[in-house]
């Protein structure tokens, strides 16, 4: 199976700072990645597939970039609401797997 | 609005059986295939099982091939997870997950069920 690694685990960051996270897949999966945001004791909320295509409705200060192994989702101006838990998601062949989080807090 | 519920999570002991439901709204359910991930607490989120629009092809994650058997319902627009010989290692939060334009990721979530297994 294709493993995806994340990183950080955690960060904390200032109201307005650019905020960035990366995923690295163990083998190439073109752009077939999709990134989440998890509030507490909610369910995960869709931000971005295709590796850089917003969902919508979400804000445009999150953007997504990358293709083969290396991906990253960035936040240009972090506020207090984006306060949460984000997961990469490859979705190349099977099985659909994570990275394992990356905690974002405010400084 | 569209709507996913989960129900049916609690405790039960290992080796048990339980089954997950989901009632799917606002949209048109027999369109769309449907997903079941899970959340150990505490944990990251791992893909469970997986059911064709029309309940003819079903997936499982190795960790719950022959043990777990995902179906669905298009009358009452309900997806099913029947769980058996539970293990401790299956106690998470269950979400009920719709599968985007054909691809394996997820554009509407449930809030999930609690899955408890304990003796």
């Known amino acids: 199976d294709i493993q995806m690694t994340q990183s950080p685990s955690s960060l904390s960051a200032s109201v307005g700072d650019r905020v960035t996270i990366t995923c690295r897949a163990s083998q190439g999966i073109n752009n077939y990645i999709a990134w989440y945001q998890q509030k507490p004791g909610k369910g995960p909320k869709l931000l971005i597939y295709a590796a850089s295509t917003l969902q919508l409705g979400v804000p445009s200060r999150f953007s997504g970039s990358g293709s083969g192994t290396d991906f990253t989702l960035a936040i240009s101006s972090l506020q207090p609401e984006d306060v949460a838990v984000y997961y990469c998601?490859?979705?190349?062949?099977?099985?659909?797997?994570f990275g394992q989080g990356t905690k974002v807090e405010i400084k | 609005e569209v709507q996913l519920v989960e129900s049916g999570g609690g405790l039960v002991q290992p080796g048990g059986s339980l089954r997950l439901s989901c009632a799917a709204s606002g949209f048109s359910f027999s369109s769309y295939s449907m997903h079941w991930v899970r959340q150990a607490p505490g944990k990251g989120l791992e893909y469970v099982s997986a059911i064709g629009h029309t309940g003819d092809r079903t997936y499982y994650a190795d960790s719950v091939k022959g043990r777990f058997t995902i179906s669905r319902d298009n009358s009452k627009n309900t997806l099913y997870l029947q769980m058996g010989s539970l293990r401790a290692e299956d106690m998470a939060v269950y979400y009920c997950?719709?599968?985007?334009?054909?691809?394996?990721?997820?554009?509407?979530w449930g809030q999930g069920t609690l899955v408890t297994v304990s003796s």
């Open positions: 998601q490859k979705y190349y062949g099977a099985p659909p797997t």
């Open positions: 997950t719709r599968e985007m334009g054909n691809w394996q990721y997820y554009d509407f």
